[in-house]
């Protein structure tokens, strides 16, 4: 997660990756993915913000080029320690959020939710195909690379698939509303970011979250304060 400034504009980048569980290298997968997208999509936005010379920071063109870029690094990487590339399987999901627009890519299970106007939509609603357990990963060169495009947020969640049940309303097709609201809240009113990290990776350890879940889990999060400026 970072935030880019500069020229009077600002970015927030949020990236997730979960590496496959059956994959003897899926963590190092997802490592290697999430700072793919931090470090391309940092240098990308800086520069157009030095140039200041593009009314839109960010696009699906972009969104497409890094996953890629990601894809040919965990395979390079795969090649290097003489894996199977089976072995180095993870989802990824990829957020930028400007001031004028909220660009969404995700590639695999795991979710993103956005609050807009108070109200929450998951514009990139997580496809089973009718399996459980089964996903793409940012190595699966077929797969389609799953997008969205929208005005600027209020706040914004990803998650991996661990937390699918407990942030998703599946009968509704929906966010559920509690969990969204009730982490966002958790962001808005604390003062000290570290001891909230603590507390929610507590929190998603307990009993009552695991007793719901037993898969690995991985959250981020961001709001928008009343002036405007980003925060995660």
């Known amino acids: 997660m970072r935030l880019v400034r500069g020229g009077g504009r600002q970015a927030l980048i949020l990236a997730l990756a979960d590496g496959a569980g059956s994959a003897s290298?899926?963590?190092?997968a997802a490592r290697l993915i999430v700072r793919t997208f931090a470090s391309l999509a940092t240098g990308r936005l800086r520069h157009r913000m030095e140039r200041g010379d593009r009314p839109v920071l960010w696009d699906l063109d972009d969104m497409a080029a890094l996953f890629q870029?990601?894809?040919?690094?965990?395979?390079?990487?795969?090649?290097?320690?003489?894996?199977?590339?089976?072995?180095?399987?993870?989802?990824g999901l990829l957020a930028v959020v400007t001031d004028e627009a909220t660009v969404l890519a995700q590639m695999g299970?795991?979710?993103?939710?956005?609050?807009?106007t108070g109200q929450w939509t998951c514009p990139i609603w997580p496809d089973l195909d009718g399996y459980v357990n089964v996903t793409t990963f940012v190595t699966h060169g077929h797969a389609p690379l799953r997008t969205h495009v929208g005005g600027p947020t209020e706040a914004i969640l990803l998650f991996s698939d661990g937390l699918q049940a407990l942030a998703l309303d599946y009968p509704a097709g929906r966010p559920h509303v509690p969990f969204c609201h009730g982490v966002v809240a958790e962001l808005a009113k604390s003062a000290d970011h570290r001891k909230l990290q603590r507390d929610l990776t507590a929190w998603?350890?307990?009993?009552?979250?695991?007793?719901?879940?037993?898969?690995?889990?991985?959250l981020a999060m961001a709001i928008r304060d009343p002036t405007a400026r980003l925060h995660a």
């Open 109 to 116: 299970d795991g979710a993103m939710c956005l609050r807009h």
């Open 69 to 91: 870029r990601a894809r040919e690094r965990v395979t390079d990487a795969a090649r290097t320690h003489h894996h199977a590339l089976r072995e180095w399987g993870s989802t």
């Open 25 to 28: 290298h899926g963590g190092d």
């Open 204 to 218: 998603l350890a307990s009993d009552a979250i695991r007793a719901r879940s037993d898969d690995d889990i991985s």
